[in-house]
Nanobody
């Protein structure tokens, strides 16, 4: 069974920074799509950022563009989400997800990702 393990969540004041990590298994595929999603209480799970490891390609949700950065360390098989200038509306449970070989279409279609982590909570206070 594929397991993704997130960490790095916590409480942070608005305007501050936080870095999330997600340790993934070492896949043998030529490439795979890795993404961060988030879900606030009472809301649908939404895509935040995704990237494809097999080639250049990174995209962000409009709500986080310019503030969040997704990256992947291949040697450590670890996906990161650097969150800066956080806002109260960034408060949510954050999940990492992966799909082998290609990104789903559209890339933020949560049902296109077969593997998920358990989530890490981020709470932004004023």
């Amino acid at each position: 069974q594929v397991q993704l393990v997130e960490s790095g969540g916590g409480s942070v004041q608005a305007g501050g920074s936080l870095k999330l990590s997600c340790v993934a298994p070492k896949f043998t595929y030529s490439g795979y799509c890795m993404a961060w999603f988030r879900q606030a209480p009472g809301k649908e799970r939404e895509g935040v950022a995704y990237m494809y490891t097999g080639r250049d390609g990174i995209a962000y949700a409009d709500s986080v563009k310019g503030r969040f950065t997704i990256s992947y360390d291949n040697a450590k098989s670890t996906l990161y989400l650097q969150m800066s200038s956080v806002k109260q509306e960034d408060t949510a449970m954050y999940y990492c997800a992966t799909a082998p070989l290609a990104c789903p279409s559209p890339p933020f279609d949560r049902y296109g990702y077969p593997y998920w982590g358990q989530g890490t909570q981020v709470t932004v206070s004023s």
